[in-house]
């Protein structure tokens, strides 16, 4: 696995962050909320990410199980980032690379969860 380090943000800026992330191992997901939002995601643990800004930005939405807590800018409604716990019990931050700086999306290859099946 290589981390490198990437900074991102929402629209408006509001939201700013910095996280240590492999983007060889992204992922597209099929959940409700995810085809509709369209993210690609990347995961760090939870130390590997640092919000830089806009604490107070930030509203939650949770559903189904309520596991993960999906956030975005109240003010430009972009979900930069959500967090919830893996399923080895790690806390874990998952980063929407669509909100990373400089990161050519065509050369990703995510892997696809059927997260409408579970």
């Known amino acids: 696995m290589t981390l490198?380090?990437?900074a991102g943000s929402?629209?408006?800026?509001?939201?700013?962050?910095?996280?240590g992330l492999d983007l060889d191992r992204t992922v597209?997901?099929?959940?409700?909320r995810c085809r509709r939002v369209g993210s690609i995601l990347s995961f760090a643990p939870e130390a590997g990410f640092t919000l830089k800004s806009g604490?107070?930005?930030?509203r939650e939405y949770r559903f189904n199980t309520h596991k993960v807590a999906h956030l975005f800018c109240a003010s430009c409604g972009i979900q930069p980032?959500?967090?919830?716990?893996?399923?080895?019990?790690d806390r874990m931050v998952a980063v929407n690379v669509r909100c990373l700086d400089g990161v050519?999306?065509?050369?990703?290859?995510?892997h696809e969860h059927d997260g409408a099946s579970a």
Do not use: M, W
Not at 28 to 32: D, F, M
Not at 81 to 89: D, K, L, S, T, V
Not at 104 to 110: E, G
């Open 28 to 32: 597209t997901c099929n959940c409700s």
């Open 55 to 58: 604490e107070t930005a930030l």
């Open 104 to 110: 050519d999306l065509k050369s990703l290859t995510p």
């Open 81 to 89: 980032f959500g967090r919830g716990i893996a399923p080895n019990g």
């Open 4 to 6: 490198k380090h990437y």
């Open 10 to 19: 929402c629209q408006c800026g509001a939201v700013t962050f910095e996280a």
